[in-house]
């Protein structure tokens, strides 16, 4: 499942340490994530959308979107 985290995290202006530290995980982590190489918990998602100020259904693409 493709995500937009990078893309709402750009737009708020963080790095991905910032938003690391602000999720209570490692930098290494949001970068899994971004790059589709690890997919959150139920529990981090939600986190990572509050965080961002989204919903979580804003930060994943659903199939039929995924852009190419």
Known sequence: MQNRIKEYR???GFSQ???ADLCHVSRQTINAIENNKYDPSLQLAFNIAK???IKVDDLFLHEGE???
């Open 66 to 68: 995924i852009e190419k």
């Open 10 to 12: 750009e737009k708020k």
């Open 17 to 19: 340490g910032k938003l």
């Open 51 to 53: 965080t961002l100020g």
